[in-house]
Structures are given as C-alpha cells and as structure tokens.
C-alpha cells in the first residue's frame, strides 16, 4: 500500500508578510505600530523566517523606533539575530528618511522654512546617543551651501573651537551660520559652556562679517534656541 503523503505544515506566520505590506501600502505608516514598521525593514534581511521577535527585541532594547534607526551598527550587532543585511537595511532607511527632511529644509532660503530645518535636525540628530556639533553655512540669500558635523564627542560633551568654525565659514563664503548641537541627557535647556562658547563664536564671526542666526540644541522632540531665549 503507497504510504499517504503528509504536506509539511505552514509555519504560524505564513502569510504575515504579505498582510502587513497590504496594510502598510493602503493606511501607511501610521497604519503599522513601530514594530511592525521595522518588520517591513527587516524582511530583506531574512527571505523567510519570522522576523517580528527580533523586530520587538530591537524595539524593547533601545526604547524607541527612533532609536534604532539611530543606534550605530556596532550597537545593532550586539542584538542576537540580527545580522548585517539587516544592519544595512535599518541604517539605509535612516538614511533615507534624513535626506528627505534634508531636501524640504534646504529647498528655500532657511529663514522662510524654519520648520523644516528643525525637522531636518531633529531627524539627523535627536536621538543620537553622543553628543554632536552640526554646522549649516548660508550664503548671503541664507540658502544652506553646506551642512557639516564638525565634531562628536561624549555623552554629555562635544569640544567645539571658534576659530575652527569661523575658519571653514571663510572657505566657503559663507555670510552667515547656524549652529547645531543635541543633548543626549533629554534635557534641551542651554548649559553655561554652551552659553560662552556661542557667544565666543559669535565674537569671532561677526569681526570677519560673519552673521550667527542662531545655536539650536537638539533633544528628542523638544529644542532650544539661544536667540529665542535671548542669550545672543
């Protein structure tokens, strides 16, 4: 007697993939929660095995979607599972997305879309977990002719020097700066030495006819701006 062929069973997820891309593609991001959202991310990674713990892992270990993005792929690697296509696949959206906000904040002179280049910091710097010095330069219709991490430091410093930043301002013609930096500590309020030291840049600059616009500091979902507060 021919023995009965048994079909292998479906593993639970079947069909996951294909509902969740249905879903993202006609309610979009916000149809998805942030797990989900890095499944999509992830699935590249893994033609098909089940990706959802390992998107709740990264999730659960970092805090945040943001913080993913954001992590480096040194601290990536360190979550079990996760390997290197799927290293690439979360740090190239990062990137994507900062390129996006880029573009919009850079398309029109930076003081008629002041949202925007919050926007932009905010996605390029927020959720760093060191400290970092950005730097966009404007020429004299205040459009950004470059936009520059000058320096990254520690959790809680980053070593900025005047000179240095009045320096590259005159190599590139630049007539004026707005200065960027992000507080890890969740705390976007301007320290003293952030006080001195924007004030001893904007020194510097204004003798060589340099404008300073402002210094942003950059903390999750909040900012601070020196000239709102009044400090320059």
Known sequence: MAREDKKTPKPHYYGHRSRLRQRFLEGGSEALPDYELLELMLFASNARGDVKPLAKALIERFGSIQRVLSATPLQLAETKGLKETGIVAIKAAQAA?????????????????????????????AHEVNEAFRLLFLDRRNRVIADEVQQRGTVDHTPVYPREVVRRALELGATAIIMVHNHPSGDATPSASDIEMTREVQKAARGLGISLHDHIIICGGEHSSMKGLGLI
Do not use: F, I, N
């Open 97 to 125: 997305g900062q390129r996006l906000a880029r573009a919009e904040a850079m398309e029109r002179p930076v003081m008629s879309s002041w949202q925007k280049v919050l926007d932009y910091c905010r996605a390029s710097m």
